[in-house]
């Protein structure tokens, strides 16, 4: 089984903070990665999906890239709405998701 | 518009039975890949089962054998039927689409809320 190792599980940001959350895979995926953001009481929202694409209608200050079996997804300037959990998924094989990086307002 | 909506849900005892259900709009269930996910409360998620436009299914290890995938397409419902429930499977169910094998999961459900206690 593939695990995806997610860092860190929270922290603290305040707006307009640039904001790194990292996913590490335990093998080779390719770009099979995918970042969701989960606000409480709410199903996931897909945000970037292939590593680096931004789903349709997700605003641009949301960015991924993939260095190996590292990846990364950055938030240029935390807006207010930003205040969630996001979660990294693998689609390589079968369907593994991280942890979940909890990202609150300091 | 694609919407998907769960139903289903509810408080069952340990070693009982219940089915959940995912009505889909604005797409054909048998066109696309579906799937569940579950996440315990305060947890995070965990895939459930899938299952392919073809029929293919598969599950995850710790639902094997329990659980079973399947859609209604007149219906146009996606199904997953879970017996012999025990404490670990409390978790709010998604139903989720997505294109292929390796693709995102583009939509999901609100979610249902599914309790395993005596």
């Known amino acids: 089984d593939i695990q995806m190792t997610q860092s860190p599980s929270s922290l603290s940001a305040s707006v307009g903070d640039r904001v790194t959350i990292t996913c590490r895979a335990s093998q080779s995926i390719g770009r099979y990665l995918n970042w969701y953001q989960q606000k409480a009481g709410k199903a996931p929202k897909l945000l970037i999906y292939?590593?680096?694409s931004l789903q349709s209608g997700v605003p641009s200050r949301f960015s991924g890239s993939e260095s190996g079996t590292d990846f990364t997804l950055t938030i240029s300037s935390l807006q207010p709405e930003d205040f969630a959990t996001y979660y990294c998924?693998?689609?390589?094989?079968?369907?593994?998701f991280g942890q979940g990086t909890k990202v609150e307002i300091k | 518009e694609v919407q998907l909506v769960e139903s289903g849900g509810g408080l069952v005892q340990p070693g009982g039975s219940l089915r959940l259900s995912c009505a889909a709009s604005?797409?054909?269930?048998?066109?696309?890949?579906m799937s569940w996910v579950r996440q315990p409360p305060g947890k995070g998620l965990e895939w459930v089962s899938v299952?392919?436009?073809?029929?293919?299914?598969y599950y995850g290890d710790s639902v094997k054998g329990r659980f079973t995938i399947s859609r209604d397409n007149s219906k146009n419902t996606l199904f997953l039927q879970m017996n012999s429930l025990r404490g670990e499977d409390t978790a709010v169910y998604y139903c989720?689409?997505?294109?292929?094998?390796?693709?995102?999961?583009?939509?999901w459900g609100q979610g249902t809320l599914v309790t395993v206690s005596s």
């Open positions: 292939a590593a680096s």
């Open positions: 998924q693998q689609s390589y094989n079968e369907w593994t």
């Open positions: 989720a689409r997505f294109q292929s094998g390796s693709s995102p999961f583009d939509y």
């Open positions: 604005g797409f054909s269930v048998s066109s696309k890949y």
């Open positions: 299952i392919y436009s073809g029929g293919s299914t």
